[in-house]
């Protein structure tokens, strides 16, 4: 079974507001990392954020990890057309070799 | 330069058919990966090798077998494909493998199964 589920599905928000999307998890995890995928790209690591950290930042992306809640959001802020794309988490299990990762977000930015 | 170049990017072929995705990292990494993404956009890892040696070997039909020249190169064969095999595949590599590295990924091949 998936260990990561994002939410929403997909989202679509004017540009230059703020877009916030969540990733749970059913097992501890040692890690957590976000991805972003353009239409017909590859996926591009954006940040990384360990269990034991709460909040991390980088340029106009802010992770948050609530390890009791197992769940993590991604915000980005002052939103442009170029982060239509879709978001994706991946966990590092506890026990487990591999990464895993969710079915994603698709973030539409509407200038 | 592309850090992790696959070719093709678009393969259309019949059922039955013998196919090969090619996969080159110039990164100097010693892990590559082959993911699969369906059409949910559902990402699963189907394999990976470290300095060559196969490492994880997920639940994959034994028509796909992945063969790794050397560390910079990751081929992935598919035998007799069928129409589930369409898909979009991805390769990727990280400096040694641990989970917390990030991964660096191709720009993926679409396999469309007629």
């Known amino acids: 079974s998936q260990q990561g589920e994002e939410d929403p599905q997909a989202l679509s928000i004017q540009e230059g507001e703020n877009a916030t999307m969540n990733c749970s998890y059913k097992?501890?995890?040692?890690?957590l990392q976000w991805y972003r995928q353009n239409s017909g790209r590859g996926l591009v690591h954006l940040i990384l954020?360990?269990?034991?950290?709460r909040e991390k930042h980088s340029g106009r992306l802010r992770v948050t990890l609530d390890t009791s809640k197992k769940s993590s959001s991604l915000l980005i802020t002052a939103s442009r057309a170029a982060d239509t794309a879709s978001y994706f988490c991946?966990?590092?299990?506890?026990?487990?070799?591999?990464?895993?990762f969710g079915t994603g977000t698709r973030l539409t930015i509407i200038p | 330069d592309t850090a992790v170049s696959q070719t093709p990017k678009y393969l259309v072929t019949q059922m039955g058919n013998d196919k090969s995705i090619k996969c080159e990292q110039n990164l100097g990494h010693d892990t590559m990966y082959w993911y699969k993404q369906d059409s949910k956009k559902f990402l699963k890892i189907m394999f990976s090798?470290?300095?060559?040696?196969?490492?994880i070997n997920e639940t994959v039909p034994n028509r796909f077998s992945p063969k790794s020249p050397d560390k910079a190169h990751l081929n992935l064969h598919i035998n007799s494909l069928e129409l589930g095999d369409s898909a979009v595949y991805f390769c990727?590599?990280?400096?040694?493998?641990?989970?917390?590295?990030?991964?660096?990924f191709g720009s993926g091949t679409q396999l469309s199964v007629l």
């Open positions: 097992t501890s995890i040692n890690n």
């Open positions: 954020i360990r269990s034991n950290e």
């Open positions: 991946a966990t590092d299990a506890v026990g487990n070799e591999k990464l895993t």
């Open positions: 090798y470290n300095n060559k040696e196969l490492i």
């Open positions: 990727a590599s990280s400096q040694e493998g641990f989970l917390n590295e990030k991964l660096f």
